[in-house]
């Protein structure tokens, strides 16, 4: 009874304190695409992401309904930084839907202007704001509703404490006339957080910010889990000790324990512990760590390096490796021979047939890309031929007897084919993440792996010049770049035991692996040169190649691709990848597999769209 006493008197005191309108609510999701466009189209950064901000306490005033209630003591307001644009996951501010769109839209139009950081953060705004409105006076009247709107929202300054009224009447102000105010008054307690400006201090927390992968959180999950909460907002985290446990009864003899000089036998790899600390203190106590796969989900994740393979077990390296340059966005500058590229060729591959279970799809694409070879017709008028083009004499001797007789007339005739001036270079991610399984039957190494059969089985039916690589890094100065198949060579039973030999290798410093294939493409004179690049995610490497560096450096490297005259085309199947490649590649440089199981068909199939 207690209980649901408690649980109504809570539902009828937070409705009573709220502020907020559910029912004309905005989420991000809706709008997201919208809202990424209108920035990148009013000037803002196109490499940065789109995202949910993160609810910051904000310390103003609140009503003693709400004290009582517990809430309205955070809020998300909108900042960038470097990499992302965040706003907030849920907009309901306004009483109209319309109002909380417009806030969106102008929110990433305020934050696609040029931020000064050395303004305070009512200065700042309020000089964003005006800017914004003498650049784009479109979007002047949707300002004037927004302000008009959220000025009935704020607090009566005449009900405020001397200093708070000061500073909320400044506030008001600045709206209305934004620089009108050239200093925000002090008081002891913050302003009431405004919507339309951006964030006054970002909740930034290098030191203990905890950022979790789709693929880390996916690994994490139980075997028995049937559940999945999808949660849009971002929230803060920070790193803490697991309990240690030693404040319980004990309910047994400290005979029975174990010495640390006892030894049992037991397998110590699925021994989790769930402290972090303690987990690390196993590994440090380990004299070689041995790496098996387990289904089993871990309490704890270590992240560290592992030495490479020794060269007699690993792939044979071919030369001393290559130095190549890397883009830093930040220095806006090329960093030349920043990375070491090392060519590599499967030690264990041996030669083969094509497997038996893709003999019949291979040939059915094998069918389908013979249609693709252009048809033997006669060509006329030429200068010399197999046969005299009697159409083309006829005329001769007609201008001839007319005394209109032309010079270097083609009189022959002769039936060829048209050829397929085109050479393609596919360049495979072969990744750590290419280890994941894409349902109950195969790994995404395995659909690579099985894409590259088809793709070149597909091509030997038309001719094209092939050339197949695969790539994995370290970090920058260990980039591996695996030969299958070089353009030199034919497509046969040596190239079939390199592809089953890949494996999954390690990181993904895409920029690196991207302008070596450019040398290689650009070297074959074609009229038609496509780079053909097949990933299953972004940019990444350990040493700062995550996020930003790692994109800005990719794209840098197509875009020199395309000054060689190259056409860069990217495959992939994360889900995701339309929130990052429009930026890399451009809006119709790549497409997305949804089923990743449908690569190795789909593969050749776009090739031929690609080259008609």
């Not at 650009?522 to 972004?538: E, F, I, M, R």
């Amino acid at each position: 009874m207690e209980e649901q006493v408690g649980q109504l008197w809570h539902r009828f005191i937070t409705r009573a304190a709220a502020t907020s309108y559910p029912l004309a609510a905005v989420e991000l999701t809706e709008i997201s695409k919208a809202v990424g466009v209108l920035f990148r189209a009013l000037g803002g950064d196109g490499g940065l992401r789109v995202e949910a901000t993160t609810a910051a306490a904000h310390g103003a005033r609140r009503t003693w309904l709400q004290r009582v209630a517990g809430t309205n003591q955070q809020v998300e307001l909108c900042w960038r930084d470097a990499e992302i644009l965040r706003l907030p996951a849920r907009i309901d501010w306004f009483p109209k839907k319309a109002l909380n769109r417009d806030l969106y839209l102008w929110l990433a139009a305020l934050a696609a202007g040029e931020i000064d950081h050395s303004l305070a953060w009512f200065e700042l705004n309020q000089e964003l704001t005006v800017k914004t409105l003498l650049c784009f006076p479109g979007l002047k009247p949707r300002y004037q509703r927004l302000v008009e709107a959220l000025l009935e929202l704020r607090p009566d300054y005449n009900r405020l404490p001397v200093d708070e009224a000061a500073a909320e009447r400044a506030i008001q102000q600045a709206l209305r006339e934004p620089g009108s105010i050239a200093e925000l008054p002090a008081a002891k307690r913050p302003a009431q957080p405004v919507p339309l400006w951006l964030h006054p201090s970002p909740p930034i927390n290098t030191s203990n910010l905890v950022t979790v992968t789709e693929k880390e959180a996916s690994a994490k999950k139980s075997s028995k889990q049937s559940e999945t909460v999808d949660d849009k907002r971002r929230r803060r985290g920070e790193r803490t000790k697991m309990p240690d446990g030693d404040k319980g009864l004990l309910a047994f003899r400290l005979e029975s324990m174990f010495t640390r000089a006892d030894y049992t036998k037991v397998d110590r790899c699925t021994d989790d512990e769930e402290d972090i600390e303690a987990a690390k203190n196993a590994l440090d106590d380990m004299d070689v760590v041995s790496v098996a796969r387990d289904n089993k989900p871990a309490k704890t994740s270590l992240r560290f390096d592992l030495d490479l393979p020794a060269p007699a077990y690993d792939d044979t390296p071919l030369g001393e490796g290559i130095l190549l340059p890397e883009w830093d966005y930040k220095l806006q500058q090329s960093r030349p021979n920043y990375c070491c590229l090392q060519p590599m060729l499967a030690t264990t591959a041996q030669a083969m047939e094509l497997p038996a279970n893709l003999k019949r799809t291979a040939h059915k694409l094998r069918r389908q890309f013979e249609a693709l070879i252009p048809k033997r017709i006669w060509h006329k008028g030429q200068q010399d031929g197999s046969e005299i083009d009697l159409d083309a004499y006829l005329l001769h001797i007609t201008e001839r007897h007319s005394g209109r007789m032309s010079t270097e007339t083609g009189l022959y005739r002769d039936f060829r084919g048209g050829g397929r001036d085109l050479a393609c270079l596919l360049l495979a991610d072969l990744s750590l993440s290419t280890d994941a399984w894409v349902n109950n039957k195969a790994r995404v190494i395995e659909i690579i792996r099985d894409s590259l059969f088809l793709f070149a089985e597909s091509l030997v039916a038309t001719g094209d010049q092939l050339a197949m690589y695969g790539f994995s890094s370290r970090n920058r100065s260990h980039v591996r770049f695996h030969t299958i198949k070089t353009f030199a060579e034919k497509y046969d039973a040596t190239v079939r035991g390199r592809i089953q030999a890949i494996k999954p290798g390690f990181y993904t410093r895409m920029g690196a692996a991207i302008r070596h294939a450019t040398t290689l493409l650009s070297q074959q004179k074609v009229s038609q040169p496509l780079l053909l690049l097949l990933t299953d995610g972004k940019p990444n490497d350990l040493d700062q190649y995550e996020g930003r560096y790692g994109v800005e450096d990719t794209r840098m490297a197509l875009h020199e691709a395309r000054k060689l005259g190259l056409q860069p085309f990217c495959v992939t199947i994360d889900e995701k990848a339309s929130d990052y490649l429009p930026h890399i590649f451009g809006t119709k440089s790549y497409v997305v597999i949804r089923n990743p199981s449908e690569l190795p068909r789909e593969l050749p199939l776009l090739y031929a769209r690609l080259t008609q």
